[in-house]
């Protein structure tokens, strides 16, 4: 079946510390990746997405590479800032059907 | 944003009685889910739907309804409410092709 496993958090960052936070998963076929991000009292946003392997997403400075050998999609930014604060969601879907399997989320805190 | 608007937003209600949650929708998308999220254990599908009375079980359906007389209205039907079903609960669009799901902002319910 299709699953997705994320890094436990909560993870602590000092303001312009790198980030990665780690994704890998399941899946029967050729999926979609994501990365979704979610602030306080709001819902989760889109952050970037790969359709393919090789694929590399790219969003306000984040980063993640659809590796299908290590089956693999870790998020990365060079510089945290404390804005970045949130908790991020890993994602996959499958290409027909419109299902979606998402991690537990990864807690960041940024601290200045 | 996408076009998603959740009511409401914030309700308490006692245990016992029904509730319903209202998702409408402008963007015209065939599929609309509905998910809870809840500390330590993420989100979780509850129904979802794949057009105009077309509807389905997620993970933890079990008392909860939902219906779909329109392509923008989903609504999810808590028959008859039980504290463990306080939670934040999530609609959420996708459309066949587009390989983004996209979420509304909420509505944090509280059964007392």
């Known amino acids: 079946g299709n699953s997705v496993t994320q890094m436990e958090g909560p993870v602590t960052l000092s303001e312009e510390a790198f980030l990665t936070i780690n994704c890998t998963y399941t899946a029967t076929g050729y999926p979609s990746l994501f990365w979704y991000v979610q602030y306080p009292g709001e819902g989760l946003q889109l952050l970037l997405k790969?359709?393919?392997?090789?694929d590399k997403g790219s969003n306000k400075g984040f980063e993640a590479t659809y590796r299908k050998e290590t089956t693999s999609f870790h998020l990365e930014k060079g510089s945290v800032q404390v804005s970045d604060s949130a908790v991020y969601f890993c994602a996959l879907s499958e290409r027909t059907g419109n299902q979606f399997y998402f991690g537990t989320g990864t807690s960041l805190t940024v601290i200045p | 944003d996408a076009g998603i608007t959740q009511s409401p937003r914030h309700k308490v209600t006692e245990t016992g009685t029904p509730v319903t949650l209202r998702c409408h929708q402008t963007?015209?998308?065939?599929?609309m889910y509905w998910y809870r999220q809840d500390p330590g254990h993420g989100l979780r599908l509850i129904h979802y739907?794949?057009?105009?009375?077309?509807?389905d079980k997620g993970e933890v359906s079990d008392g909860y309804s939902v219906s779909r007389s329109k392509t923008e209205d989903f609504l999810l039907t808590l028959e008859s409410a039980t504290s463990s079903q306080t939670s934040v609960y999530f609609c959420a669009i996708s459309e066949r092709g587009e390989t983004a799901i996209y979420f509304g902002e909420g509505s944090w319910l509280t059964v007392v």
């Open positions: 790969a359709t393919k392997a090789d």
């Open positions: 739907s794949y057009g105009v009375k077309d509807t």
């Open positions: 963007e015209n998308h065939r599929y």
